[in-house]
């Protein structure tokens, strides 16, 4: 019978858990994706940039995303639970809350480990390849530096402008080109479609014209006589053009967000530099806390999930989220003034958790005790409010209508 709980519960718990873990995601990633839309089209790059973009940040969301969405899986699965007595039922054949607990304590373990996988070693790689793509847009590579409607210089006395840009650059429509060569030639094509390919050399790609016009401008006479140029149309013309010499990207390490765990643990050990330590255990810390803080939400998701007898209030759903977010933000304060100093960065990261663990446990204890309802004056409360606002409400309206009928009368 305890396996079929057990079977019972990991389904209802597995499809609201995922469902909430990627809207969770993706609503994170909405605003930033709209910024990040602005920065690459401000640069001039591809749109298909974004995409490589949201993919490195996405491990840092999902560092928030994963504590949401096991608490709303655990939570919403033992509300329905609660909400059509099958809880009620379960209590009274002897299954107690503790024993309800194991299914939720094997997802928070997982996850945690998950979690550990991923603020541990994959983020700090992500968050690197992130300001490295930063870093390729900003610097002018080619692709990134050429904007449709504006004159481009691609160095080597070359510069070109496009009229329009399709798939994302393959396709480029009226194309003007003009080189200018060290003995005075000077080269000026117009071009109705254009594309860049690669080659054997990584220092040149080719610049391929179709259907266009070539003016070929031979170099002054030695006594200055201008020479006379030549015109030529073509259905295809190739182009060497010479990269850009780029600067080579720093490598990955500049500041605590770019470090995994060991190398956060080496610093803590080995930094001469007191508050280079002080930064690296304040990431540290609050890294590992991230982790932890699985075996604390199945308590709060369980207390949070029974609402008050005869009631099908939400409000625990609403407190959890908040509750969260709130220690979430508490301890990304404390990473902060850790490294500043201010505040112990130890201390800044697990006096919260002590206080999120034993606020979580409280609740849990209140709930096992018989006729526990963790929230049921919150819910009392929340509904005397809801009510006075709604008469007010009403009273305002009553009052509004009477005023518009005086007015109506007069």
Not at 298 to 306: D, E, Y
Request: some cysteine; glycine content about 10%.
């Amino acid at each position: 019978m305890t396996k079929r709980i057990d079977r019972y519960l990991f389904s209802l718990i597995l499809v609201p858990l995922f469902g909430t873990l990627v809207v969770a995601a993706m609503l994170l990633v909405l605003d930033r994706m709209l910024r990040l839309f602005d920065f690459v089209i401000n640069e001039g790059g591809p749109v298909s940039v974004v995409w490589r973009m949201l993919g490195n940040l996405l491990p840092e969301y999902l560092s928030l995303g994963i504590p949401i969405g096991v608490m709303l899986g655990i939570l919403l699965a033992f509300r329905r639970l609660a909400t059509s007595s099958e809880l009620d039922a379960l209590l009274a054949v002897g299954v107690s809350y503790r024993r309800l607990l194991r299914v939720p304590f094997l997802f928070a373990i997982v996850f945690a480990v998950v979690n550990f996988g991923i603020v541990g070693w994959l983020q700090p790689v992500t968050r690197y390849a992130y300001e490295n793509l930063r870093f390729e847009l900003r610097s002018g590579a080619l692709g990134a530096s050429i904007k449709v409607g504006e004159f481009a210089n691609l160095g080597g006395g070359m510069t070109l402008r496009v009229e329009e840009s399709r798939n994302s650059g393959a396709d480029l429509r009226g194309l003007f080109v003009r080189a200018a060569g060290k003995d005075g030639t000077i080269i000026a094509a117009t071009a109705a479609r254009g594309t860049f390919l690669a080659t054997d050399d990584p220092e040149y790609i080719l610049l391929r014209l179709r259907d266009g016009t070539l003016v070929h401008t031979p170099r002054p006479g030695p006594d200055g006589t201008p020479a006379t140029p030549r015109v030529l149309g073509f259905a295809q013309h190739d182009l060497p053009i010479r990269l850009p010499d780029m600067a080579a990207f720093r490598k990955r390490g500049e500041g605590n967000l770019e470090a995994t765990l060991p190398e956060l643990l080496r610093t803590m050990t080995t930094a001469k530099d007191p508050a280079e330590r002080r930064g690296a255990s304040a990431t540290f810390n609050r890294r590992i806390v991230q982790c932890v803080i699985m075996f604390v939400l199945p308590f709060l998701a369980l207390a949070m999930a029974v609402p008050p007898k005869r009631s099908t209030s939400a409000l625990g759903v609403f407190l959890s989220i908040i509750a969260l977010v709130t220690f979430h933000k508490f301890t990304e304060y404390g990473e902060r003034m850790g490294a500043l100093g201010r505040v112990d960065p130890v201390l800044a990261q697990w006096v919260p958790y002590a206080l999120f663990l034993g606020l979580a446990l409280w609740l849990f204890r209140v709930l096992n005790r018989p006729g526990g309802q963790p929230i049921g004056a919150l819910d009392r409360w929340f509904g005397k409010i809801t009510g006075a606002l709604s008469a007010l409400a009403g009273k305002l309206v009553r009052r509004q209508n009477w005023a518009d009928d005086v007015l109506s009368a007069g």
